[in-house]
């Protein structure tokens, strides 16, 4: 058995997260949960009850599911084109608007547009307004615990889009199940397929393939940064 131990003594975590708010993301909410997934929402203040847009209630049956509600920013912008006025704005309005609304504290955000390498001062400001982590949509060849552990929770890495194919997700995930502490982090946007179920067999397909697994954890962003930035002694 691997060193590293999630919570229940899991070996493997699998983390899925979901930008923008759309209102398909009920569609993905019922498809998450019929294979045992968590997921972390990250949703623009002002995007909410828009056409195409989740609305206030629609959030509440997320958060009151279990899953995670995060900030995607209020209006989702390039954050690099703002002053650093609107850009403190767009970070932490997003988050009280937000707590407000669900009733609980929201410490994930995740960067309009990815960021990837973007510059340093914007990652310190999502850091300030009292967030957690913040997540981009860089690639990364492999994640493990000890690497989150010990990197940037700022600038958080991902393993795969959820439209890939299967066998690219299932090349990816034997690289997890072969490290100790390997995490599977699925992210995507759910309008991408649209409202007509057929759109969704073949990523259903990848969700059945790693749901299920008795070995991992499936969680939020939220609560696998909690995890892995804890006390060794409080794992």
């Keep these: ?4 131990q999630f919570p229940d003594g899991k070996t493997v975590a699998v983390v899925t997260s979901w930008d923008d708010g759309a209102a ?10 019929q294979y045992g997934y968590k997921g972390t929402f990250y949703v623009c203040p002002e995007s909410l009850g828009t056409e195409g847009f989740l ?8 958060a009151a599911a279990g899953h995670e509600i995060g900030s995607h920013s209020l209006s989702h912008p390039h954050l690099e084109t703002l002053t650093a ?3 403190h704005r767009q970070i932490v309005e997003s988050k009280v608007q937000l707590e407000a609304l669900i009733g609980a504290a929201v410490t994930s955000f995740a960067y309009p547009y990815g960021f990837a390498q973007g510059p340093q001062w914007i990652a310190d400001t999502v850091r300030a307004a009292g967030y957690a982590s913040a997540r981009t949509t860089q ?3 492999l994640l493990t615990a000890a690497d989150l552990a010990a990197g940037d929770p700022m600038r958080l890495l991902v393993t795969a ?11 990816k995930w034997q690289k997890v199940e072969e490290v100790e502490g390997g995490i599977f982090h699925l992210w995507g946007c759910s309008r991408e397929l649209g409202m007509d179920p057929n759109d969704w067999v073949d990523f259903e397909c990848n969700l059945g393939y790693l749901g299920g697994i008795s070995h991992v954890w499936y969680c939020t962003v939220g609560e696998l940064i909690a995890a892995v930035r804890a006390p060794a002694d409080e794992r």
């Excluded at 398909?24 to 949960?33: G, S």
């Design 1 to 4: 058995m691997a060193n590293w």
């Design 24 to 33: 398909t993301d009920q569609m993905m909410l019922r498809m998450l949960e």
């Design 55 to 62: 609305d206030a209630a629609a959030l509440h049956q997320i």
């Design 85 to 87: 006025a609107e850009c």
């Design 139 to 141: 690639i990364a060849e």
């Design 161 to 171: 889009y959820f439209t890939e194919s299967f066998p690219e997700i299932q090349a």
